[in-house]
């Protein structure tokens, strides 16, 4: 059966993504954060981990407000990167697993009745394609498989912190309920507190990052508890995503170990990084 | 606890990006989605005024656009920040040039308030 092996909490900083892509790992503003995924990118190999679900956000780069999916998932071939306004990023389309991707999407609609928006063509942008070379070897290709699971956290009205817990608790009985052996990571990206607009641009509250960062391992129930509204004055309004986060952690057994953890915030974003293993599973 | 709808009114500075917005901002949000297009791209660079009378962009927005008026295009615009910071492809304006225009500063005023100037 599909076992979930790791949780992973990310930020997903564009910035971070060219930075990477012009080969700037070493350079003293950047050398904090890429460092700091070392650690997380050695342990996940050894746990060979097979399929990485992600739960991340679309920045305007596939989908639009003609039509807005309040949570989409992919169950193709591949992720093509997306033009998010720059040209594409110089990295090979993600695999995916459609085998496993339509269990989850049977599971996840049928079982837990998650209405799911199901993808067959997706591009990917910063929400995923940020954190995953930094977790998976991309050369001389994808160590790794996806299931992106894209959800709204831009157009308000936003799915909850509840919703989002919930997400990840049906998102362990999908993976369980997979008759192949398999090991699956669950990724929650986003955050932590930043503010992109308004006069309150440039808004970060480190407390308020380690603070969640602390929580989320131990007592996950307060975070679930909060409104957007408590998100967007801790963190900044743009700091609302950190509800994915809480899908990922609802994923996990009730326990889990902290493996390691890193936290950066050198400009706009508190840049955090937790890697938690799944007790239920070691 | 359920949520209730938010009051964009209530954290200063801040414009939640709901349904009133998104309804005012779709044109404007429309147009910077089209600039994920290189084509798009090359159209703007070769004649601003023409993609955005494509677009069916306002008198007022299209003002708002030559003056970078960025605030004004969120809060009385509906401009969502995802989509109109791709407005920097095109201008060559960053993300925290629209930010020190947001917060009324000079780029080298805000970032004297960032530790770490160069990470971005």
């Known amino acids: 059966m599909g076992r979930i092996v790791a949780g992973i909490g990310s930020s997903h900083v564009p910035a971070a993504g060219a930075a990477f892509d012009q080969g700037k790992q070493n350079a003293p503003e950047w050398k904090p954060l890429f460092d700091g ?7 996940l190999r050894d746990a060979h981990v097979d399929v990485a679900i992600f739960i991340y956000n679309d920045h305007g780069s596939e989908f639009f407000f003609d039509k807005y999916p309040t949570f989409a998932m992919g169950v193709a071939e591949s992720y093509a990167p997306a033009d998010e306004g720059w040209g594409p990023r110089p990295l090979d389309p993600v695999p995916g697993d459609p085998g496993f991707s339509w269990h989850v999407a049977e599971s996840l609609i049928r079982e837990s009745e998650f209405d799911m928006t199901v993808c067959q063509e997706l591009s990917v942008d910063h929400g995923l394609l940020m954190p995953l070379p930094l977790l998976w070897s991309h050369q001389p290709q994808w160590d790794i ?3 992106p699971v894209a959800v709204n956290v831009v157009q308000h009205p936003l799915p909850t912190a509840r919703r989002l817990w919930k997400l990840g608790q049906a ?3 999908a993976v369980e309920s997979y008759p192949r052996d398999i090991r699956v990571a669950v990724l929650g990206t986003g955050g932590l507190s930043h503010q992109l607009h308004g006069e309150r641009f ?3 509250n480190e407390e ?9 391992v131990s007592r996950p129930e307060e975070l679930v508890d909060l409104t957007h509204h408590d998100y967007m004055v801790q963190g900044g309004a743009e700091a609302v995503e950190m509800i994915m986060w809480l899908g990922m952690r609802g994923a996990m057994s009730p326990e889990v170990r902290l493996v390691h953890q890193n ?3 050198p400009m706009l974003t508190g840049m955090g ?3 938690l293993e799944d007790t239920a599973s070691s | 606890m359920s949520e209730s709808r938010q009051d964009s009114g209530t954290i200063e500075g801040t414009y939640v990006f709901d349904g009133a917005q998104s309804s005012k901002g779709y044109r404007l949000n429309k147009f910077f989605f089209s600039l994920n297009r290189a084509e798009n791209r090359a159209a703007y660079k070769e004649d601003p005024e023409a993609l955005m009378e494509r677009f069916g962009l306002s008198e007022w927005e299209k003002r708002k656009l030559r003056e970078k008026d960025w605030l004004a ?3 009385e615009g509906g401009a969502n920040i995802y989509f109109m910071y791709k407005m920097g492809s095109v201008t060559g304006d960053s993300l925290q040039h629209i930010g020190a225009a947001f917060r009324g500063e000079t780029l080298e005023e805000f970032l004297s308030t960032r530790k770490v100037k160069g990470a971005r």
């Open chain 1, 171 to 173: 998102l362990r009985k």
């Open chain 1, 145 to 147: 498989r996806v299931v």
């Open chain 1, 273 to 275: 990084l937790l890697l």
């Open chain 1, 37 to 43: 995924y070392r650690p997380a990118m050695d342990w």
């Open chain 1, 202 to 204: 440039g808004f970060r």
């Open chain 1, 208 to 216: 308020w990052d380690r603070s969640f960062m602390e929580r989320i």
């Open chain 1, 263 to 265: 936290y950066y915030a």
């Open chain 2, 73 to 75: 295009l969120a809060r």
